[in-house]
């Protein structure tokens, strides 16, 4: 199974190769915080993008572990790629782009990453 995404406009668009995540993590960073994000971290060798690269923007904050990209067009930010606590490549994938991801029953866990 796989499941798809993409930023509002449409320009960035990507596949996640698994069974869609039935948790989420909200974290109450400032950046995240403020844009909502709902994510679910998934090894990057099961990420592809399949649209849109061109289209991307990069923003780091912090400590800069994470690139969160974003469209340039729309400025939804879909997902962020970066390393895990394991060394291991990953992509942090916004599930609120993910239209067919009911967000309503997600189990949510939340993290204070404003502690980081």
């Given at each position: 199974?796989?499941?798809?995404?993409?930023?509002?406009?449409?320009?960035?668009?990507?596949e996640?190769?698994?069974?869609?995540?039935?948790?989420?993590?909200?974290?109450?960073?400032?950046?995240?915080?403020?844009?909502?994000?709902?994510?679910?971290?998934?090894?990057?060798?099961?990420?592809?993008l399949?649209?849109?690269?061109?289209?991307?923007?990069?923003?780091?904050?912090?400590?800069h572990?994470?690139?969160?990209?974003?469209?340039?067009?729309?400025?939804?930010?879909?997902?962020?790629?970066?390393?895990?606590?394991?060394?291991?490549?990953?992509?942090?994938?916004?599930?609120?782009?993910?239209?067919?991801?009911?967000?309503?029953?997600?189990?949510?866990?939340?993290?204070?990453?404003?502690?980081?």
């Amino acid at each position: 199974m796989a499941y798809s995404g993409s930023c509002h406009c449409g320009a960035v668009t990507f596949e996640v190769e698994g069974d869609a995540p039935t948790t989420a993590m909200s974290c109450n960073c400032s950046h995240c915080r403020r844009k909502g994000f709902l994510l679910s971290f998934v090894p990057a060798d099961t990420f592809t993008l399949a649209t849109g690269g061109e289209a991307l923007t990069e923003y780091r904050f912090n400590r800069h572990v994470l690139a969160h990209r974003f469209c340039a067009t729309c400025g939804c930010q879909p997902f962020a790629s970066g390393t895990g606590p394991d060394g291991k490549d990953m992509v942090a994938v916004n599930l609120r782009c993910v239209p067919d991801i009911a967000l309503d029953v997600l189990d949510v866990q939340n993290v204070d990453g404003a502690s980081f």
